[in-house]
């Protein structure tokens, strides 16, 4: 089990109260009326599945309530870092640098 | 009988013997004793036949690692046990156990005729013999394949047991009491840490067990011992015995089983069988020792075989000889040590046959002094015996060239080809391992996790060496915690180190093709299946393993890896590293499934919701069905009667008159706040500006796949004030959803959600009669059809009680939805089933509810959808608003595959014979006398018996099915093709003028 840190309730909590909820950082787009098919298509369904640093949303659902983001490495299943939904995507060398 | 009992030797309590029984035969232990020891001790090897060819076997080993010796355990109904280890299995009076995979009896098996046949069960047989032909598949190969299949046999009765489950939070877990363990948990607990100790035997001390020889500062092994459990408890330090550290998990979690009355004859009353725990822990240190590997020969799995260590614990630990005249065979320094030890206890050795050309000078000549035979450049090419070993054969080896046998009489062999570091939890943290070339063996390499690995687990031998790492080990741990100490130094005099060398199968004289040298003992693998596999083009040592099944038996190969990976990458031809080994997984040893459902069982298996009325339906006989973790009244049947009559009563009743109905389980959520009503513009696909407070309107929510995820009726109480209903399964999930769009796509909006399903108590009232009936109870607003039309909310007070009411239907009668505070919800339920009276008013269930809505054509999500349904397809794009700049699936509709032709829509469904029913589920073809497979165009979603119809109705989803309106479709089944005609699926009031009441 996992032990995952809620970036709003600053503590470090097992895995047991939160829930995934898929990539992080996927644009919805912001007028979806002018989004073209492909746009939309991509917005829907298009993945970056990496091996490695993968960037994803979790909602600390029986906490908090909050959705945020987290880096979490898919080779070892640890997670790099978790930041506030909204935050700026952090660059996979400062979260992997910063791993143990 | 014979007696193997060395008077006076051993940890048994030799003066308080137990009586078990073993295959309905008496035996007498002592006190301390294990099924195996026990029958040792009274000249019994035979134990148990082979899994694959029913041959006879005896214990190979006295811990847990054991392949061979597995019995069935019986307590009492319902307790059962297959496959356990006689050589962990503690004694108790009355224990009865009992041999497997025999019949008629375990000395003489018609099983065993396979054993003569293994030339037709080589590896990958699975495989080759059972592939044809085809049509002996279902009669004679798959009920041979399930006969022989298995080890032991299944439980099938009820476990009256129950289990426990606790997390425990801790500095230091140390694994395995032992030496190395015991010095790491006093370090770690002399530098102030919380520490936990854990061992899976029936007391702690390892090795120490095993070897009283040793002296530790000047003090026995066994003094010693004591002093230092004595010592750590003092320290505070947790020492769990008969508990095994299952798996290894993600950030220092441990799973443990703690057995707790599996030894005791009367365990006290209301204790766990087995607790398990999840322990968290700072570090980790793994201190559990290393596994002995047995020699891989002709004829090594005869009852009397068994590994030097194991006959050495047997000995000293339980004070048991294991035969009377043994032929010790080595390629290691240790089975020396065993040699003598029985000798001293009277157990004749005949020879003691190296492997190899130079063993250590001072063993060879300690031997001597014993008058010991040695044979050094020794191999073994057989052993005769039927249910015991008789003799071994053994031929000198010289320039690889095998001599001349000569036969050794004896009624054990005990053998060594090594230690292998038990490295199984390490694996599990997916640690890397390398390959020691000196020790020939795999070590840690690379940790993942905050973990570290003392004494054999990692290549080091001996008392002392296992000491000071563990010692170290524990140092380490501390000073990574923030509690810098000196690791303790302990001498050890009387240490047994050693080395040796390691094997293939031994070389021989005879033909290898008709060698029986067992690498897994368990799965019945032979040293020639695994280069057979090679041959027929096994290259990577995971295909080896799956086709030869070497290593995928309970015991995951703890003895056999090594020496299956020895012969593979020799048959390959390629270093072992590069031929790898196999992936250990959780648990390290057989664990019950009760250790891991834990309280989750029975009743707590998973919450069932019940409704502040639930108690009035279940005192009024209903019949009950589970909706998510809902129970909800599924019918309410009269003495007699079938659900299908009650059913059709209910239905007749509520529409002639009126029914009442528990809604309370329909998902509510709040949704308030200044931008409320643009929240619900961009969520749901209507439009909800010019919605009045007072009104309320079907709402239907999408993906933004476009496809419908949800619906419900959505009151507007006030300008910024929502009462959105869910169906009952769908509330979490669109709680969540309607989170995540809130928090992460429009964070600007003011609004605020509030789940508050469990607040409200809902009854609905339906049927012409409804409004007489509620009529009396309303204070505080006049609900007259043209005061209060269809769809239409308010907060007023009924029967005292505040309440927000809708009239509202899903049945297309007059119906009014009473929403009160849950704690309302009985007392307003009774009252209204009491003026009810004189309109016979009946209370309905679900089944009655779903008939009365397919009645009207009204969809169920989850029913009628299936996440691939657009509005369109289910024929409500009238829902649809279409002014609107954006809502959640609003642009995936205009997506190509959703607007394009042939796509599955919604339609009614009547058979042709107007009296059958159809399955939900059935496939739909256009053509009944095409060929099979049939292109099938959809399937039937909902179907009843309608009494207002007056006969079977159905929903169905059919490829383009609105433009097939009036066509004949087919549907076949098992006892001939049905003819039903596409309809409207409105089959009752289409104009709606019920609801006008
Ligand atoms: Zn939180």
Redesign the pocket.
Known sequence: MLLIK?P??DETLPELEFAYAGEAHITRPPTPAEASDEEWRDFLFIRSNVKGAHYERWR?VH??G?FFNAVRDTVSDRFLVTYPAGGLRPAVDDVTGSSK | MTNFRVPGKGRVDQRRPVTFSFDDKEFTAAKGDTVASALLANGVHLMGRSFKYHRPRGPVAAGSEEPNALIGTRRGKGQFEPNTRATVQEVYKGLAATSQNKFPNLKFDIGEINDKAYMLLSAGFYYKTFMWPRSFWDKVYEPFIRAAAGLGVSPTEEDPDHYASRYLHTDVLVVGAGPAGLAAARSAAEAGLRVTLVDENSEAGGTLLSEPQALIEGAPAWDWLAAELAALTDLGVKIMTRTTAIGYYHQNMVGLCEKLTDYVATPEANIPRERMWRVRAGQVILAQGALEKPLVFDGNDRPGVMLAGSAQTYLNRYGVRVGDRAVVVTSHDSAYHAAFDLVESGTAIRAIVDTRAMPPEDLVSQARIRSILVLTGHTVTGTSGRLRVKSVRVNPVRDGWVGEARELLCDCVLMSGGWTPSLHLFSHTKGSLKWDAEQQTFLPDRMTEACLIAGAGRGLWGIEAALTDGAEMGAVAARELGKPIEAKRLTVEQDRTGTGESNTELPSDLSQGKARAFVDYQNDVTAKDLRLAVREGMRSIEHVKRYTTNGMATDQGKMSNINGLNIASDALGKPQPQVGLTTFRPPYTPTSFGAFAGYHRGDHFEATRKTPIDIWAEENGAAFEPVSQWRRAWYFPRAGETMDAAVQRECKATRESVGMFDASTLGKIEVTGPDAVEFMNRMYTNPWTKLQPGRARYGLLLGDDGFIRDDGVIGRLSQDRFHVTTTTGGAARVLNMMEDYLQTEWPDLKVWLTSTTEQWATIALNGPNARKVIEPFVEGLDISAEAFPHMSVAECTVAGFPARLFRISFTGELGFEINVPARHGLELWETLYAAGRPYDLCTYGTETMHVLRAEKGYIIVGQDTDGTVTPFDAGIGWAVGKAKPDFVGMRALKRPDLVADGRKQLVGLLTEDSTTKLEEGAQIVLDPAQPVPMKMVGHVTSSYHSVAAGRPIAMALIAGGHGRMGETVHIPMPDGVIRATVTSPVFYDPEGARLAI
């Open positions: 809620c709003y309730c600390h906490g908090c909050r």
